[in-house]
């Protein structure tokens, strides 16, 4: 099993819409979560962190985490052709060498 | 602030030769990463240090990548000599890390590596 486990897509969302990305991990005590938006020759930009269960909201975007499940979501509400992009999903691991771990990445089409 | 800094941009040589990449962190973040990025591999963390320290370099692809990290505001992530295959995008971010958490990860802007 991949540490951090996205699924990569395309995943494409009529403008408007609510698009919902998810991402599972496997070392449970993992305690800090990020979620980056990555545009094509760009690098990886923060938009969201969360470390505690539940939900967390910032302008259009949300964040869930469930840790005892092991995963966590992005949604964004009223997607824009702007938010076109691969979104990383990164989670610290504790066993082992503690590292922040990053999925694959799930590429989000807005369309028009 | 300025966020996390690289040099250079970009950087085009010829196989066999020395190619070295520079890196500031956010000022005030004590843990430094170097990641790889291609499209066959995603992103790859090579190595990262803590406090000036190398914690974990198993990342790093052999003997040819070498990494340092002389003091809190600077790093070096140095290939020789290098090979085409490893063209890509290497990227530098920096964090704080407190307690056993870890903090935001900032991201520089990245290093277009080229090798012919």
């Known amino acids: 099993q991949k540490e951090v486990e996205q699924n990569s897509g395309p995943l494409s969302v009529p403008e408007g819409a609510i698009a919902s990305l998810n991402c599972t991990y496997s070392?449970?005590?993992?305690?800090?979560f990020f979620w980056y938006r990555q545009y094509s020759g760009k690098s990886p930009e923060l938009i969201m962190s969360i470390y505690s269960n539940g939900d967390k909201e910032d302008g259009r975007f949300t964040a869930q985490l469930n840790k005892a499940s092991q995963y966590v979501s992005l949604l964004i509400r009223d997607s824009q052709p702007s938010d076109s992009a691969t979104y990383l999903c990164?989670?610290?691991?504790?066993?082992?060498?503690?590292?922040?771990?990053f999925g694959q990445g799930t590429r989000l089409t807005i369309n028009p | 602030d300025a966020g996390v800094i690289q040099s250079p941009r970009h950087e085009v040589t010829e196989m066999g030769q020395e190619v070295t990449l520079r890196c500031k962190p956010i000022?005030?973040?004590?843990?430094l990463f170097w990641y790889r990025q291609t499209m066959m591999r995603g992103l790859e963390l090579l190595i990262y240090?803590?406090?000036?320290?190398?914690?974990?370099d198993s990342g790093m692809p052999e003997d040819r990548f070498s990494a340092k990290m002389p003091n809190a505001s600077f790093s070096t992530l140095k290939i020789q000599p290098s090979e085409p295959r490893d063209s890509a995008v290497y990227f530098c971010a920096s964090s704080f890390r407190a307690s056993g958490i870890w903090y935001e990860q900032f991201f520089g802007p990245g290093t277009r590596l080229t090798v012919l």
């Open positions: 000022s005030g973040h004590n843990s």
């Open positions: 070392d449970r005590g993992s305690q800090s």
């Open positions: 990164a989670v610290n691991q504790v066993q082992g060498a503690q590292k922040l771990v």
């Open positions: 240090f803590n406090n000036n320290v190398p914690i974990d």
